[in-house]
């Protein structure tokens, strides 16, 4: 399968003349050589350190436990990557133990000390950005686009959430005097002891972002990645730990969401937790911290079911790229991954056939190498998930592009799926409602917009959401009614995901997101803490 034309120049900003452009999701393309170049040192270097045993790390001290579980690649299954500790409910106390002991000083110290460290952890990132990158790519099974890109948000979310903390002046306001003597103020003052769980597909962003999020403002961390992708979340700590935290504010730990997580969950010396997952898990958590001895913050992300909504007045070369790039980019393994595509009948036709043709040019291999996009989807579970979800698709509507495995010669080695595309699947069939989670995407004509609307806004989540018309009334009447927390218009780069920080805020409402605020906002930090009023006479 070959690899789209049509992708030609990136989107990229360029920090100084002697730097190569930053890649985020906006990007289309490396070609920068010395890009390549990085990344294939950084990878001889990651693989010499493969296979071996790591700890969890608790109060500074690396901490054993008594059984390990490992970390293959799904790239390839005879891959290796490292041995990881199967942690258990012990040292989950241990570790939130060791935060809550960290607490006493980090909270009490002023933000710009705080800033200082998260600062010089994120400077520590960007001087490691390549060998993370590669290590991504080799645990995730992502393409060295979406890998660099995993990283570089994480740099840029440290730096966005101190800029926060810092032009907010550490959000302590004064307030209206009620006589020359009497002061009064508000501040915002950290909670303690905030747990976060992160996802295996974006191990670094989700983890640095949230944990970084919540030291800068003062409370301390204890981290647990998915058992798919502890390597890289291992190395992130390791940056963060290296620029000088003070231990015991960041604690890692490694071991199953049915013991360790669930330890975690419902210790009640947690006092704040920060989930991004599966939609059933997030209503749990968010449960079992509601039955606690009083409210607690519970920043929870929970998916999306993606719909992008395409009018007679688009341009459907951007449309068909842009869906492309969003039902296809990771595998489809994004929570914003555009999932369902609603075309108005006029266009329907012209619209598949672009999209199929794109589609089609695909590269799909071992993402490691340069000119690959197409990579593994994570696990055994997922490669079975894609199957079964195939056999219903094909049963229940008509299968244009995909639905098998890929098997021949090192595919055979990994766990690789066809990129699917669906028509003719009927508007009432489940899965037009549940998040796969995978590389498959359906599509339906509409008789107009208000009726793709409908279809678009049914469903429990309100993710993210993109529309193509070259019509500003359409536009307007898109953003004013879509029941969706990141909207894109018109976007080539990505039809639904994409978002970066400062630039896009990123975040759901209904059953996407518990807050209403978004990560990579203004309003993202405040979430950690909590607010006190002061009154002072003098």
Same mark, same amino acid.
């Given at each position: 399968m070959r690899a789209s034309k049509t992708a030609k120049k990136p989107v990229a900003r360029r920090s100084s003349p002697s730097k190569p452009p930053k890649i985020t999701y906006a990007t289309l393309g490396m070609p920068n050589p010395r890009l390549h170049d990085e990344f294939d040192q950084a990878l001889d270097q990651v693989k010499a350190r493969l296979g071996k045993a790591h700890p969890m790390l608790i109060e500074g001290a690396s901490?054993?436990? $008594? $059984? +390990?579980?490992e970390d293959y690649s799904p790239i390839n299954t005879d891959w290796l990557l490292g041995k !990881? #500790? =199967?942690?258990i409910a012990r040292h989950a106390r241990d570790a939130v133990a060791a935060a809550r002991k960290a607490f006493r000083i980090w909270g009490g110290k002023s933000w710009m000390d705080r800033i200082k460290v998260l600062r010089r952890a994120a400077g520590l990132m960007e001087k490691r950005i390549y060998e993370l990158s590669a290590l991504t790519s080799l645990e995730v099974g992502k393409n060295r686009l979406e890998a660099i890109g995993d990283i570089q948000e994480s740099i840029d979310l440290i730096y966005f959430y101190c800029n926060q903390m810092e032009s907010n002046q550490g959000y302590s306001r004064i307030l209206a005097k009620e006589s020359a003597n009497i002061s009064n103020s508000s501040v915002l003052r950290p909670h303690g002891v905030w747990v976060v769980i992160s996802p295996f597909n974006f191990p670094s962003a989700l983890s640095a972002g949230p944990s970084s999020a919540a030291m800068i403002a003062g409370n301390t961390v204890v981290l647990k990645p998915a058992t798919d992708t502890p390597y890289t979340v291992l190395e992130v700590v390791r940056c963060f730990l290296d620029a000088g935290l003070p231990t015991g504010v960041l604690n890692f730990v490694t071991g199953p969401g049915d013991t360790l997580g669930k330890a975690l969950i419902s210790d009640p010396e947690v006092d704040g937790i920060t989930f991004t997952g599966s939609y059933d898990v997030g209503m749990q958590i968010l449960r079992t911290f509601a039955g606690g001895r009083y409210p607690r913050p519970c920043i929870a992300e929970m998916g999306g079911k993606n719909s992008t909504i395409i009018s007679r007045k688009a341009d459907l070369d951007l449309a068909a790229m842009g869906v492309m790039r969003s039902a296809f980019g990771l595998q489809g393994q994004k929570c914003s991954a555009c999932s369902r595509v609603y075309i108005e009948h006029p266009v329907k036709e012209a619209f @598949? $056939? =672009? !999209? /199929? =043709? /794109? +589609? #089609?040019?695909i590269i799909i291999g071992n993402p490691l190498k340069r000119d690959v996009w197409l990579g593994p989807v994570i696990n055994k579970k997922a490669y079975a998930d894609y199957m079964a979800f195939c056999r219903e698709l094909r049963e229940?509507?008509? @299968? /244009?592009h995909g639905g098998e495995y890929l098997t021949d010669g090192d595919f055979g080695k990994g766990f690789f799926c066809a990129p699917t595309i669906v028509d003719q699947l009927p508007l009432d069939h489940p899965l037009w409602k549940k998040e796969m989670f995978l590389p498959i995407v359906t599509v339906a004509g509409a008789e107009n917009l208000e009726e793709a609307m409908r279809q678009a806004n049914a469903g429990d989540y309100g993710l993210t959401a993109g529309f193509f018309s070259s019509s500003p009334k359409e536009i307007e009447w898109f953003l004013n009614h879509i029941q969706a927390g990141v909207t894109y218009v018109n976007r080539q780069a990505g039809a639904t995901t994409g978002a970066w920080p400062g630039y896009q805020a990123f975040g759901g409402w209904k059953g996407s997101g518990s807050t209403g605020k978004a990560g990579g906002s203004l309003y993202y930090v405040p979430q950690f803490l909590r607010e006190q009023s002061r009154t002072v006479v003098s």
């Open positions: 901490v054993m436990a $008594e $059984e +390990t579980f !990881f #500790q =199967k942690g @598949i $056939e =672009k !999209f /199929l =043709k /794109l +589609t #089609q040019s229940a509507g008509r @299968i /244009l």
